[in-house]
């Protein structure tokens, strides 16, 4: 229970103090924003789930190379 009170506290509230404290006179527009961000996720919870090792050892290589050498 904790655990999805924090996640679902960060989801939503982390959005609403970074709105807050960096857009004090559009707060609400600027959290709006953040929030409907997050519906571009929702596909993933109708998709099916997989793993291909390919992609996934491409992502790992890219993500550890240091940007100097790209």
């Given amino acids: 229970m904790l655990q999805s009170t924090?996640?679902?506290g960060i989801?939503?509230?982390l959005p609403l103090v970074v709105a807050i404290v960096f857009?004090?006179?559009n707060w609400l527009k600027a959290?709006?924003?953040m929030?409907?961000?997050?519906?571009?996720?929702?596909?993933h919870?109708?998709?099916k789930?997989?793993?291909?090792?390919?992609i996934v050892a491409v992502s790992i290589f890219i993500h550890s190379t240091p940007t100097?050498?790209?």
């Fill in 6 to 8: 924090v996640h679902y």
């Fill in 11 to 13: 989801h939503f509230g």
């Fill in 23 to 25: 857009y004090k006179d």
């Fill in 31 to 33: 959290y709006a924003i």
């Fill in 35 to 43: 929030i409907l961000g997050m519906l571009i996720d929702l596909d």
């Fill in 45 to 47: 919870l109708l998709s």
């Fill in 49 to 54: 789930p997989h793993f291909v090792i390919l």
């Fill in 68 to 70: 100097t050498l790209l």
